[in-house]
């Protein structure tokens, strides 16, 4: 399939799972099919000096969800993937990631280099990691909750702590980071007031929150000595919700992104704006289709993981060109 007959068909955007979306076995049915696939995981075990892709094909599953792994993972397995969707001649209008997914992102717009976007992952995991000892923080999802209330809930519980929003995923899930006692607190606030549900997540680090301050400061440097270019198409970036093409605001955003919330709704609904029809999900996982469905279940979705998954979605490319 040409980029010309996809384009016929109106906007597509490709989205890129962030943390969260590993499994053992991701990518590893990619890998057996496509060479480029292949040679991504090849690349990013060479850049890392340990064998990311035995982790991911293989686990342990305990390994595969430490911070610093679980980051080169998913991104590895993300841009295997775009990789095998572009060797088969398909070219989005935009693209976007949630959290580290916009590494992948950037990768795709080639904005970043994939060796340099692994390495930066790799201690952009660290760092957070580091950031806050273990116990410290926590995150939570509050579900069925409008964004004002949620955000009164963390103003109302903080209490010389911090809390705050640290995701807007979509107009029924909103997730919030800060201190662990007061986001517990906000929690129960937050069901108190009518939320669907809010529950605690199962989190190494309370990411997206001003407690990642240490983190950005490390990460700005790393990424102020990274090379950018501007993006060949429009990203949607995270902390603004707004469409980027330059390397500055590129590099700006990822570091803003650290302790800047995650603005997900905002950012699909700027693609429902430009027009997009089509959103195919590029990774491990369908968490953003999931998402998708709360924004605006009128759109169509599809995702790339696997061989199954690679050929459906195929099927609906061609189907759409037709």
């Known amino acids: 399939m040409t980029q010309t007959a996809i384009s016929h068909a109106g906007a597509i955007a490709l989205l890129f799972p962030g943390q969260g979306s590993q499994a053992v076995g991701m990518g590893k049915e990619l890998a057996e099919h496509h060479a480029v696939a292949r040679q991504t995981f090849e690349e990013a075990d060479e850049v ?7 982790l991911c094909f293989e686990g342990p599953e305990d390994k595969l969800r430490l911070t610093e792994i679980t980051q080169p993972a998913i991104l590895t397995v993300s841009v295997a993937a775009w990789r095998v969707l572009q060797q088969k001649g398909v070219a989005a209008h935009y693209v976007a990631g949630h959290s580290l997914g916009e590494y992948s992102a950037h990768v795709a717009a080639g904005t970043l280099a994939f060796a340099d976007a692994v390495r930066t992952v790799r201690h952009r995991g660290k760092y957070m990691q580091e950031a806050v000892p273990v116990g410290v923080g926590g995150m939570a999802a509050i579900l069925g909750l409008a964004p004002e209330r949620v955000a009164q809930a963390c103003a109302d519980a903080a209490e010389g702590e911090v809390c705050e929003t640290a995701n807007l995923n979509s107009p029924e899930q909103i997730v919030i980071s800060g201190n662990l006692a007061a986001v517990e607190r906000a929690a129960k606030l937050a069901d108190e007031r009518g939320a669907k549900r809010a529950k605690m997540l199962p989190v190494s680090a309370p990411f997206h929150c001003s407690l ?92 790339v993981e696997n061989e199954a998954s690679l050929a459906k979605t195929m099927e609906k490319l061609y189907a759409a060109s037709a």
């Open 48 to 54: 890392l000096g340990y064998k990311l892709s035995q």
């Open 212 to 303: 990642m301050k240490p983190a950005q400061d490390r990460l700005a440097a790393d990424l102020r000595s990274v090379s950018f270019q501007a993006a060949s198409v429009p990203v949607v970036c995270n902390v603004d919700a707004e469409l980027i093409a330059t390397d500055g605001q590129s590099r700006e955003a990822l570091i803003r992104q650290v302790t800047g919330s995650v603005k997900w709704d905002q950012s699909m609904r700027v693609l429902i704006h430009q027009g997009v029809h089509l959103f195919v999900e590029v990774g491990p996982g369908k968490v953003l289709s999931g998402l998708m469905r709360q924004i605006d279940r009128s759109k169509a979705c599809a995702n």
